[in-house]
């Protein structure tokens, strides 16, 4: 159950409250009813919390960097016997033509495996890979899931190791970001907002993507 795993993968390792020894009976509470609880809004705050920016839960995207948080799952095969699974992130283009902004920091549960996938896809890859529904208009990214493989081949070139380090990698728009340096940090501001850079080799700057075609 997707759930169960970013419960007990993501969740209770990373988020703040839920890693207290005071928080105990809550834990255990959660690994058998975590259907009761916003499971992605958990997501969310446990990947800003340790990637060092906000939440802020913007106009097309989550966090103060401008990047946005996706979960998605592998489906079952459609024929039997079959090896091949689909795969989706949904809800990356609005029914009214609207692109989230910025990278993706993606989570897929595999089923078969009851294990977690990590992807980062910068806005200049992603928003070349959307596929829109026709009735509705709402856009999805696609890929298939071999499960003798154990790989999802279209995205491997945006597999991250674990969550830490999808959490940790800094993306910014070059029109509004810059580098700073303050007593030997390094920083990124905007002239308003500031994040600190402790592994310079986890940054990258993106050109942004205005189209919504």
Known sequence: MKEHALFSQVII???PEFRKKENASLVSYAIKNPEIFNVT?????????????????????D??????????SVHPAKKNGSKSHSCEITGVR?????????PIRAIIYIPNTHSLRFYFFPEEDWTKMVNVHPSSG???????YN???????KWARWEISDFLTLAKIHSFPTEKWNLQFEDGVLYVTN???KHRIDNPDLLSFTQPQYSNE
């Not at 609005?94 to 910025?102: A, V």
């Open 191 to 193: 002239g308003i907002q």
């Open 138 to 144: 709402v856009g999805r990214l696609q890929s298939s």
């Open 63 to 72: 966090f103060s960097d401008g990047s946005e948080c996706k979960t998605g």
């Open 94 to 102: 609005s029914s009214s033509g609207k692109f989230k902004t910025g």
């Open 13 to 15: 390792p990373f988020h």
């Open 147 to 153: 499960s003798d493989r154990d790989t999802i081949d």
């Open 41 to 61: 809004r958990l997501v969310e705050e446990a990947m800003a919390w340790n990637g060092g920016y906000e939440f802020v839960d913007g106009y097309h995207y």
